[in-house]
């Protein structure tokens, strides 16, 4: 791979860490339900999230779902525990639609409390202060982030 190529992966990295973290910053806590669409949006500020991750990886997302690139980055096996509820939960709602009779439908209304979707902000924030540090590391040298891999 070429010098230029893996520039072009680590500004794409960039790019979704800093959706990732724009979501965290601006997601609703100030309410007292989530709707379809705040649903929409946070799990997409994860897939955001994993995505740089891959990208930071040098590899491209690949067509396995949300969980499959998840399970395929070079993160330390506790790392890849804490958050794999966070990236299924994420995975699903996009792939599935929140639509009745869906498992992201019942995820989001079912099983779900407002309480429930404060954590999962708490999560993807979580999650993108990870991505930012691992970001850091590969981009400016940083040290490297506990819980990464060197690829």
Same mark, same amino acid.
């Given at each position: 791979?070429?010098? &230029? $190529?893996?520039?072009?992966?680590?500004?794409?990295?960039?790019?979704? /860490?800093?959706?990732?973290?724009?979501?965290? &910053?601006?997601?609703?806590?100030? @309410?007292?339900?989530?709707?379809?669409?705040? @649903?929409?949006?946070?799990? $997409?500020?994860?897939?955001?999230? +994993?995505? /740089?991750?891959?990208?930071? /990886?040098?590899? $491209? =997302?690949?067509?396995?779902? %949300? *969980?499959?690139?998840?399970?395929?980055? =070079? *993160?330390? =096996?506790?790392? #890849?525990?804490?958050?794999? !509820?966070? *990236?299924?939960?994420?995975?699903? @709602?996009?792939?599935?639609? =929140?639509?009745?009779?869906?498992?992201?439908?019942? %995820?989001?209304?079912? &099983?779900?409390? *407002?309480?429930?979707?404060?954590?999962?902000? $708490?999560?993807?924030?979580?999650?993108?202060?990870? +991505? %930012?540090?691992?970001?850091?590391? +590969? #981009?400016?040298?940083?040290?490297? !982030?506990?819980?990464?891999?060197?690829?």
């Amino acid at each position: 791979m070429s010098n &230029e $190529q893996w520039l072009k992966r680590l500004r794409f990295g960039d790019h979704h /860490a800093n959706k990732a973290r724009a979501t965290w &910053e601006t997601a609703p806590t100030m @309410v007292n339900t989530f709707t379809t669409g705040h @649903v929409l949006g946070l799990a $997409q500020g994860g897939e955001h999230a +994993v995505k /740089a991750l891959v990208y930071y /990886a040098n590899r $491209q =997302p690949g067509r396995h779902g %949300l *969980v499959g690139m998840w399970n395929a980055l =070079p *993160v330390e =096996p506790d790392i #890849r525990q804490r958050f794999a !509820s966070f *990236v299924h939960r994420c995975g699903a @709602v996009p792939a599935q639609g =929140p639509y009745p009779e869906t498992e992201a439908f019942r %995820l989001h209304t079912k &099983e779900r409390t *407002v309480q429930d979707w404060f954590r999962f902000i $708490q999560r993807g924030a979580e999650l993108t202060d990870f +991505v %930012l540090r691992v970001g850091a590391h +590969v #981009r400016d040298g940083a040290p490297t !982030s506990t819980g990464w891999r060197r690829t």
